[in-house]
């Protein structure tokens, strides 16, 4: 499973907001809420959020197996 907790960070440090995101750099509230849930999004959308945050891919997302991706989810 893939999940953005890293995103969630990489934002804060960075002073950006899931508003910033949306009114800002015209990411779409479904985007931002699926990002939110841990759902899939594309590779575009990835592409895009690196370049906004100026950031590797591996501080917006993270692949975690099955098992440890159920115990963060739960958390």
């Known amino acids: 499973m893939i999940h953005y907790n890293s995103l969630w960070e ?3 440090n960075k002073h950006f907001t899931t508003y ?3 009114e ?3 990411i ?3 985007t931002v809420q ?3 849930k841990n ?3 594309s590779t575009y959308t990835l592409d895009r959020l690196c370049k906004i945050l100026d ?4 501080e917006v997302a993270e692949y975690l ?3 440890e991706a159920e115990k963060v989810n739960k958390k």
């Open 34 to 36: 699926r990002l939110q």
């Open 65 to 67: 197996p099955d098992e």
């Open 39 to 41: 759902m899939p999004v």
């Open 10 to 12: 990489t934002m804060s």
């Open 20 to 22: 910033t995101l949306r």
């Open 24 to 26: 800002k750099h015209n």
């Open 28 to 30: 779409g509230h479904g």
């Open 55 to 58: 950031c590797r891919l591996d």
